[in-house]
């Protein structure tokens, strides 16, 4: 059977949680139905008889809390500790959980506890004989194919490599309350004091179906009027470049990249930016990317399906014009 972790907020499961259950039903048809169980761990953010609800929606068969005084502050092996215990009991021969820091610090305590590969990151899998898994590198600049041959098969799935869709045969969701044991190893790294978040002001660019990028070809900080107009004739986001933050012209919430918000639109438009490995690795996971630039060679033309050659500033009000042309009056 699999094993997922699932991480929760005030909603149920967060959004790349529910993608790994996605990602775990497609697994299980391929192994032929084998059942998928949930785990989480602590006091929860939201009643857990809706969680249980909403995981059964997504095909899950049985939700294990862990609880008890261990949990009441995080801790990655205490964690660890939790789903070692969850997997013992069910006998899951595969485990795993979204590719956030949490998911992948759990799973790699879990991991080298039972002596075993895990694999970073992963976007598919090919082939159950040898357990073969497709996963990104160099910051998702690259692919590398990884067999897991040994069991448990432990691995974290990379967030918008699948679309979190619910399952057509919802799940029992039965919840199952377990109380673990946890030594006192286990316990010595754990949070010990907390700062409420700034607001997350990302949100309608991670889910945005088209993005409008911007780089250090936007010139300044007043540079960004037709790329502007552009987001709004084409009901997308704005989302730009590292350095472009850096210079202080945009916001942060606005960033793309391996220290920004990950990307997966069904357009990314990408202006004036060269393409390094730190921007690529939010927003490789684009279905269509065209990139508009002065520069043949930047890397991000390299990687695009489609490239217009110019001066996003000469370029991008062109495209502007013709799309308010075409649209009936």
Avoid at 141 to 151: F, S
Avoid at 218 to 224: E, H, I, K, V, Y
Wanted: aromatic share 4%; glycine share 12%; charged share 15%.
């Amino acid at each position: 059977m699999i094993l997922v972790l699932v991480e929760t907020d005030a909603t149920g499961a967060v959004e790349v949680s529910r993608e790994t259950l996605t990602f775990a039903r497609d697994l299980s048809a391929a192994g032929g139905g084998v059942p998928i169980d949930a785990v989480v761990v602590g006091a929860l953010p939201c009643p857990v008889a809706d969680l249980a609800a909403q995981l059964a929606s997504y095909g899950v068969r049985d939700v294990h809390h862990a609880t008890g005084d261990a949990f009441g502050a995080y801790g990655g092996a205490a964690w660890a500790s939790a789903v070692q215990s969850v997997r013992a009991s069910v006998g899951s021969v595969v485990v795993t959980a979204a590719g956030t820091p949490r998911g992948m610090e759990v799973l790699a305590h879990l991991a080298a506890r039972l002596d075993v590969a895990m694999a970073a990151n992963v976007v598919a899998f090919d082939g159950l004989a040898p357990f073969t898994v497709t996963r990104q590198v160099v910051g998702g600049a690259a692919l590398e194919d990884m067999v897991l041959g040994e069991r448990p098969a432990i691995f974290t799935v990379a967030g918008h490599a699948v679309e979190a869709t619910t399952a057509a045969t919802p799940g029992e969701g039965r919840v199952v309350t377990t109380a673990p044991e946890v030594a006192a190893a286990d316990l010595v790294a754990r949070v010990v004091s907390a700062e409420p978040a700034q607001e997350d002001l990302s949100g309608g660019l991670k889910s945005a179906r088209v993005v409008v990028g911007a780089g250090r070809g936007a010139g300044s900080a007043d540079g960004f009027g037709d790329l502007l107009e552009l987001v709004d004739l084409l009901d997308g986001a704005l989302g730009v470049s590292r350095v472009v933050t850096s210079l202080g012209w945009r916001p942060h919430h606005e960033q793309v990249g391996q220290t920004g918000s990950r990307i997966s639109p069904d357009l990314y438009v990408a202006c004036g930016i060269s393409g390094a490995i730190q921007h690529w690795a939010g927003c490789a996971s684009a279905k269509t990317i065209l990139a508009i630039n002065t520069d043949p060679d930047a890397p991000m033309v390299a990687k695009a399906h489609y490239a217009v050659i110019g001066d996003l500033h000469e370029v991008v009000p062109a495209i502007n014009e013709e799309i308010r042309r075409r649209r009936p009056a």
